[in-house]
């Protein structure tokens, strides 16, 4: 019989089968390239130093422009996706990375490199919010942090592998065709995208859309718990009403806004100046080039499995206690990276923990995010906290190139990021006592 299904209820509720698979894959394929495509100027950086014989600190502002790419993509496309749809806007964020990562590999120049790597950037910061998005709303409700956590274990998964892969690229064919692989890749996924990649089911249900194409997508969710023919479909939460970044402030979501920003900011300055300037300041210190890009590879390796480990922690257990003590536990460990940068048994594993602890708590805030805000503003609430982090990861990389030239050394460079990531655990615990979750209706006395 024609019933009104809960979509909410009963995606949360769905078993985990091939569908759900298959979208979380499609979108940790994207998040592997944009992890790909983000890290390669940092591994091209000294080679390309050396070839147009320009100091190694004058980077920092192309770091910073990259970065500063992605912070706008996501301020701006993360609220489109909301209007428009994670599908269209994953898409066009493909096409922009993987069109301006191939021009990278034809420029001649400093400034060309900066403007490039600005442009690229508004594509790469434009997906990554509507993966997590949309990995979010198909989730079972008991596996959403676990799931977006593997997908989002594509970010440093496709960095470690760019290190592996640009090693021997550079080699073989010089450092152009590592961007030429990194463009080429995203145009050829974004084919496949626009055949086999389905639009979030809740934005459909927002947006109106007609009840037998909901009803096709739910069938594939759960084909044992299909809805009748003749369904209406609604989705048991309150859905905010105006400008999407507003209500991010409104309805006592302020505090946790705030502390989320301040979280991001602090984690991402941290993250975005080790993976940048790692490789240089290890090659600084004497260390081989293979050694360098390694360590970097290394970093990532260890947040792909504090990912795995922490996604799994935060459906168990209290979120905020898992992913500030992640952060508490990796200050150490950096501290450890700047001070024995001279004993590989040290320095690999302590960088492999510092990734664990850095980007694999990063991943879960990510998750942590996605779980605070309703459909209606999801996408502009994890957007516009990557947003904000996002300046802390232009900070981090520039602030790095101006110590540098500054005569810093490598290890005071390093052991320096200890400090935010503090502030980034303190911010954490602060979410335990002042954090919000949206009601949902029943919780808001609006239905019994």
């Known amino acids: 019989m024609p019933q009104t299904v809960d979509v909410t209820e009963l995606v949360g509720k769905a078993p985990f089968g091939r569908f759900q698979f298959g979208i979380t894959a499609l979108c940790a394929l994207v998040a592997v390239l944009d992890g790909f495509d983000t890290q390669a100027i940092a591994y091209v950086a000294p080679v390309i130093a050396e070839q147009w014989h320009i100091d190694p600190s004058g980077f920092g502002p192309i770091f910073g422009a990259g970065l500063a790419g992605l912070m706008v993509g996501a301020f701006i496309l993360s609220p489109a996706a909301d209007r428009f749809g994670r599908k269209s806007i994953i898409m066009l964020s493909l096409g922009i990375f993987g069109l301006l990562a191939l021009?990278?590999?034809?420029?001649?120049?400093?400034?060309?490199?900066?403007?490039?790597?600005?442009?690229?950037?508004?594509?790469?910061?434009?997906?990554?919010p509507n993966i997590i998005a949309l990995t979010s709303e198909y989730a079972p409700a008991r596996l959403r942090a676990m799931l977006i956590s593997i997908m989002f274990c594509g970010f440093p998964l496709g960095s470690t592998l760019g290190g592996l892969i640009s090693t021997q690229l550079i080699a073989a064919y010089g450092w152009p065709s590592v961007f030429v692989v990194g463009g080429l890749l995203?145009?050829?996924?974004?084919?496949?995208?626009?055949?086999?990649?389905?639009?979030?089911?809740?934005?459909?249900?927002?947006?109106?859309?007609?009840?037998?194409?909901?009803?096709?997508?739910?069938?594939?969710?759960?084909?044992?718990?299909t809805p009748a023919p003749g369904s209406s479909y609604g989705l048991h939460e309150i859905q905010p009403r105006g400008f999407p970044a507003i209500k991010l402030f409104q309805d006592g979501r302020a505090q946790t806004t705030l502390l989320l920003w301040i979280a991001f900011f602090m984690n991402l300055l941290v993250m975005y100046f080790l993976v940048n300037w790692l490789p240089s300041l290890l090659r600084a210190s004497g260390l081989s080039l293979q050694v360098a890009i390694m360590s970097t590879a290394v970093l990532n390796l260890g947040g792909v499995v504090g990912a795995l480990v922490l996604g799994?922690?935060?459906?168990?257990?209290?979120?905020?206690?898992?992913?500030?003590?992640?952060?508490?536990?990796?200050?150490?460990?950096?501290g450890l990276v700047a001070l024995h940068s001279d004993n590989m048994w040290v320095l690999m594993p302590a960088t492999f923990m510092t990734g664990f602890g850095v980007v694999g708590a990063q991943i879960g805030m990510n998750a942590l995010a996605a779980g605070t805000y309703p459909t209606a503003i999801r996408a502009t609430g994890v957007g516009w906290a990557l947003g904000v982090g996002r300046i802390g990861s232009i900070i981090g990389p520039v602030l790095g190139g101006v110590l540098l030239g500054m005569g810093w050394?490598?290890?005071?460079?390093?052991?320096?990021?200890?400090?935010?990531?503090?502030?980034?655990?303190?911010?954490?615990?602060?979410?335990?006592?002042?954090?919000?979750?949206?009601?949902?209706?029943?919780?808001?006395?609006?239905?019994?």
């Open 186 to 225: 995203p145009l050829f996924l974004l084919a496949v995208l626009w055949v086999v990649l389905p639009e979030s089911v809740r934005f459909l249900v927002l947006q109106g859309a007609p009840p037998e194409r909901i009803r096709k997508i739910l069938s594939q969710l759960d084909p044992s718990n």
């Open 409 to 448: 050394s490598a290890s005071s460079l390093v052991l320096t990021a200890a400090l935010p990531i503090v502030l980034a655990s303190l911010a954490v615990f602060a979410l335990r006592w002042y954090g919000h979750r949206a009601p949902t209706l029943a919780e808001a006395g609006l239905v019994h």
């Open 312 to 334: 799994r922690m935060i459906d168990r257990m209290t979120p905020p206690v898992v992913l500030g003590s992640a952060y508490l536990a990796s200050a150490v460990f950096i």
């Open 103 to 128: 021009g990278t590999a034809w420029a001649t120049s400093t400034t060309e490199l900066l403007v490039l790597r600005f442009l690229t950037g508004l594509g790469l910061g434009g997906a990554m």
